[in-house]
């Protein structure tokens, strides 16, 4: 299984926080891929102090890349105008990692689950958290 680190979860493992470092070393130790996306090192870089540079590197060249193409575009478009007109408005950036996750068939690891309703996203269940 592919899992598409969400910022919120990078951001734990960066500063060691809620054990999602342990975590994540658990999972590759089980031979589970992770991966990340656009979107996630934009989000990381944008809130990364200089003395941070170093291990945000080293982690984020750790992990696949998945490309943010036209079809992945044209997808998180859809997710947001059809949950809007549900009611339900979802942040450009979390309907282009939900775009991702989905494309690619990837499971999606974030402390956000309120931000992905979509049904045909997997999500995964992360330790110290209640679904």
């Known amino acids: 299984m592919t899992i598409l680190l969400d910022s919120s979860v990078l951001i734990d493992a960066l500063n060691h926080r809620k054990g999602r470092h342990a975590f994540l070393g658990e999972l590759v130790s089980r ?3 992770l991966a990340c996306c656009a979107i996630t090192v934009a989000e990381i870089y944008a809130g990364m102090k200089p003395k941070e540079a170093r291990d945000t ?3 984020l060249a750790s992990l696949e890349y998945f490309e ?3 079809t992945v575009a044209q997808r998180a478009g859809t997710l947001k105008s059809a949950w809007a007109a549900k009611g339900v408005t979802l942040s450009l950036p979390d309907a282009l990692i939900a775009a991702v996750a989905i494309e690619y068939d990837l499971v ?3 402390e956000n689950r309120k931000d992905f ?3 045909d996203l997997r ?3 992360l330790p110290g958290r209640t679904p």
Do not use: D
Request: no cysteine; charged share 20%.
């Open 31 to 33: 031979n589970e891929r």
């Open 108 to 110: 999606l690891a974030t």
């Open 117 to 119: 309703p979509m049904p």
């Open 123 to 125: 999500l995964l269940a």
């Open 57 to 59: 590197a080293e982690l």
């Open 68 to 70: 943010t193409t036209r």
